[in-house]
């Protein structure tokens, strides 16, 4: 019998290591295409914002009369024909859609671009960093090699998305009278792209922040993530937010403040919440703080 080289054994060990998180990226992959995610009722939030997404992964429609723009394509294969669906279903053609955006380029938010992008021929804006892992269909240099080799693999990766136009930060990306301004608000992913504008509802303006997850990612480092966080911090508090969103619809309340919106006096009112965006950073913080990884 041939003796094991040294080569032989890190081969072998490299398999043992990539071997359990391909067999969790199976039952993943098969989770997603049964379709975890489920429809939500699509709804106005304010004005021209409404949300689109799933029960979970958040995706929102900014309306107007230049065109539209869509926020965030949830998770593949699951959730692009859900924004669809919803959008059709608030009276809008996806055809109508201009320009779409994104929060960061994980899966669960970037995977349904590609598809949104072939049926409504928007054009993809993402920061330069996120850009790159879009347009790659997955695989980030921030990654750690077995979830690289599942993107690779077609375990956990999605369809490449062709990325048209590339943002720096503090840009404001423009759609007829729809003027969004970019915050590369970096922890998550380092490209991650929190996004503020106003939104009319009668006679008042309200500010709108759909903010990046202030989280550190099982499987996601490098160098310069604990400056970013600390930056994002910094940043979303400077940030005037009467509405608030998060790309996962659990942290700011979708289906409680969806809830009350239908017995409220004005509807708008229950997702007024600047008191909830100021706890959504504390806690984020905080969490950071205590070395927690999701």
Not at 248 to 272: C, E, H, L
Request: glycine residues 10%; positive net charge.
């Amino acid at each position: 019998m041939r003796q094991l080289t040294r080569r032989d054994v890190l081969i072998l060990l490299l398999g043992l290591s990539i071997a359990p998180a391909v067999y969790l990226g199976s039952l993943w992959k098969a989770e997603a295409d049964r379709g975890g995610q489920q429809p939500a009722e699509p709804f106005r939030i304010a004005g021209n914002f409404y949300y689109v997404g799933a029960n979970d992964l958040a995706a929102f429609l900014i309306t107007g009369s230049q065109g539209h723009v869509v926020l965030d394509g949830g998770k593949h294969p699951v959730s692009a024909p859900m924004i669809m669906a919803s959008i059709a279903k608030l009276g809008y053609d996806i055809k109508d859609v201009k320009v779409l955006l994104n929060s960061d380029p994980l899966p669960d938010h970037a995977g349904g671009l590609a598809a949104l992008q072939q049926a409504s021929g928007a054009t993809l804006w993402a920061s330069d960093a996120s850009a790159d892992v879009i347009a790659s269909g997955g695989d980030g240099p921030d990654f750690a090699l077995p979830m690289r080799v599942l993107v690779r693999n077609g375990i956990v990766g999605y369809p490449p998305a062709r990325v048209d136009r590339r943002f720096k930060d503090g840009e404001t990306i423009h759609v007829g009278p729809i003027a969004l301004t970019a915050h590369i608000t970096g922890g998550s992913t380092r490209g991650c792209t929190s996004w503020s504008f106003k939104v009319r509802d009668g006679e008042r303006d309200l500010n709108v922040v759909s903010a990046c997850p202030l989280v550190v990612v099982l499987g996601m480092r490098y160098q310069e993530q604990q400056a970013d966080l600390e930056r994002s911090f910094r940043v979303l508090r400077s940030l005037p937010a009467d509405i608030w969103v998060t790309s996962r619809a659990r942290p700011w309340g979708r289906y409680r403040k969806f809830v009350a919106s239908a017995t409220a006096r004005n509807p708008v009112d229950p997702f007024i919440d600047s008191e909830g965006y100021r706890a959504y950073i504390d806690a984020a913080e905080a969490e950071v703080r205590q070395g927690r990884v999701h």
